[in-house]
């Protein structure tokens, strides 16, 4: 009696497992796109970090630093009109993070221009910071920098 009822209990457990196993693989093939997707939108899209100056002609320069903790873009003294950029691609954990140290005469701004988990959200490629007098505005436009242009910190 006792080896009847540990089959019966053997065969409902091996049913069972069956069961999970089944639905675990089809939970598995059917994210297999996305997660493949999305691991090669972090590994193969570039990013693109613009810094712009948009300051008054005859006014100092803008005094750019900016750095990631592997990669230091350097200082860039920028007059009215000039900017530079750099690109990248997030590292697969999301944890890429770039800033900035703003300087123009006395004013003075640490803000952070990349983060890798903006990128989840977003899917944007192209950041454009354009500093002018009130502070500085972002565009994620690949074109047009200034085509729209939000305020996102004063100085």
Request: aromatic residues 16%; glycine residues 6%; neutral net charge.
């Amino acid at each position: 009696m006792m080896k009847m009822h540990t089959n019966l209990f053997m065969s409902s457990w091996n049913s069972r497992m069956a069961s999970t196993s089944f639905t675990g693989m089809l939970f598995i093939f059917l994210l297999s796109p996305y997660i493949i997707l999305e691991t090669n939108a972090r590994m193969y899209g570039k990013h693109t970090v613009n810094i712009i100056s948009e300051l008054p002609e005859n006014s100092s320069h803008l005094i750019a630093e900016c750095k990631s903790k592997n990669d230091d873009i350097g200082k860039h003294e920028l007059s009215p009109g000039q900017s530079f950029s750099w690109r990248f691609r997030t590292n697969i954990w999301s944890s890429t993070l770039f800033y900035c140290y703003f300087w123009w005469g006395a004013k003075y701004k640490a803000m952070d221009v990349f983060d890798g988990t903006w990128d989840s959200t977003s899917y944007y490629h192209m950041y454009s910071y354009v500093l002018n007098v009130d502070g500085v505005y972002l565009s994620n436009e690949e074109k047009n920098h200034t085509a729209s242009l939000g305020l996102v910190s004063l100085w």
